[in-house]
C-alpha cells in the first residue's frame, strides 16, 4: 500500500527517480517505471503554468521551500529520467505529459540564464555569462544550479 500524501516531498523525487530509472533498465521490472509515474505525475502538480511558467513551486505549500532555480534544475533533471522510462516502456501519455512539462521548465531555465547584457552587473561579467541567477528576484549564481541544469539538458539530449 502506497501513502503518498503521508510521505510525499517533491525534493526526494529526482533523487528516486534517478535510483528507479536504473532498476527498472536492470530489471524491466513495471513496477519501477509505476513508482516513477506516481511521484512524477505529483512533481507536476506543483508546476507554475500560469506566473512564472515552468518553476516548480506551490505556495500553498510552504512545507517544500521556496522556488529556486536549484530546485527547478534538478527537478527538471529527474523529468527526464522520467521521460526516457516512459518512452523505453511506450507510455505515450506519460511520454507527452513530461514532454510538454520538460519544455515549460526548460525555457524557465533559459529565462533564468544570465545572457551578455544580464550579466554587466557583475565585476567580471565574462565569468557570468551561461550560468543562472538563484531566481527571478536573486542574482546570486549557485553551482548547483548549474550542475543540474547541464545534467537536465544532456538527459534531454541524449533521449530526444
Known amino acids: 500500500m502506497i501513502h ?3 510521505n510525499y516531498y517533491p525534493a526526494y523525487v529526482p533523487w528516486h527517480t534517478f535510483s528507479l ?31 512564472e511558467i515552468g518553476r516548480f513551486y506551490d505556495p500553498d505549500h510552504p512545507e517544500y521551500g521556496s522556488p529556486h532555480a536549484s530546485s527547478d534544475g534538478v527537478y527538471t533533471e529527474g523529468l527526464a529520467y522520467a521521460y526516457e522510462i516512459a ?27 544570465y545572457t551578455k547584457d544580464t550579466a554587466a552587473q557583475y565585476k567580471r561579467p565574462d565569468r557570468a555569462i551561461g550560468a543562472l541567477r538563484y531566481s527571478t528576484d536573486r542574482s546570486g ?4 544550479t548549474v550542475q543540474h541544469t547541464l545534467d537536465a ?7 530526444y
Not at 27 to 43: D, G, H, Q
Not at 141 to 144: A, E, G
Open 4 to 6: 503518498l500524501a503521508e
Open 21 to 51: 530509472n536504473k532498476l527498472w533498465k536492470i530489471t524491466k521490472n513495471p513496477l519501477y517505471a509505476e513508482a516513477i509515474f506516481v511521484l512524477n505525475n505529483e512533481l507536476l502538480k506543483i508546476q507554475d503554468t500560469t506566473n
Open 87 to 113: 518512452k523505453l516502456t511506450g507510455n505515450k501519455n506519460h511520454q507527452k505529459l513530461y514532454e510538454d512539462s520538460l519544455q515549460l521548465a526548460v525555457g524557465n531555465l533559459i529565462s533564468l540564464q
Open 141 to 144: 549564481i549557485r553551482i548547483d
Open 153 to 159: 539538458y544532456r538527459k534531454i539530449l541524449s533521449v
